[in-house]
């Protein structure tokens, strides 16, 4: 029985990382930023709908404003969320395993029931956690990408700048 709870724990985090669990976390993912920002923002539907994480440099202007100022504002609360998932999975877990004084009493279907419930929990929980985490991951990067051509845009500028102007005529 361990080995089914360690099996179902192991499927709920590795899924999302195979090709089928990425697309479909990659899809959540994308489905949220973009009910995020369009209830924040108020952008049109086209606008709203254009935006992927393949088109990043792409994006609306407000959305790129408000990336920085999302994660800034919602980071503490997003790892805490992150965590009590993780226990999320890990709690019904254990208290299924190793089991207290009512659950020892279980006999029968009640027993069985409890432990398909338990089990389910377990799974579920440890989805959800990994989409999270996959979810905030992608507007980390979103948000490096953005610094990276930010930074590179002030670069090209101080060297227009140093450059005299009668060498550029």
Not at 23 to 33: G, R
Not at 72 to 92: E, F, Q, S
Not at 129 to 135: G, H, Q, S
């Amino acid at each position: 029985m361990v080995m089914f709870w360690l099996s179902a724990l192991s499927l709920a985090y590795c899924w999302p990382d195979g090709k089928i669990g990425s697309n479909l976390a990659d899809s959540a993912s994308l489905l949220e930023w973009r009910y995020v920002i369009s209830s924040t923002l108020f952008l049109k539907n086209e606008i709203t709908e254009s935006i992927t994480f393949d088109n990043i440099k792409d994006w609306d202007p407000r959305v790129k404003r408000y990336l920085p100022e999302f994660i800034r504002k919602n980071d503490t609360k997003a790892k805490a969320t992150n965590a009590v998932l993780d226990l999320g999975g890990i709690v019904p877990t254990a208290v299924a395993v190793f089991g207290f004084g009512p659950l020892k009493d279980m006999k029968g279907v009640d027993g069985v029931v409890l432990w398909l419930c338990t089990f389910v929990l377990s799974l579920v929980a440890g989805l959800f956690a990994a989409w999270r985490k996959r979810y905030w991951n992608r507007l980390r990067n979103c948000q490096r990408i953005l610094s990276e051509k930010a930074e590179s845009t002030e670069n090209v500028d101080k060297v227009v700048q140093a450059v005299p102007s009668h060498v550029i005529q």
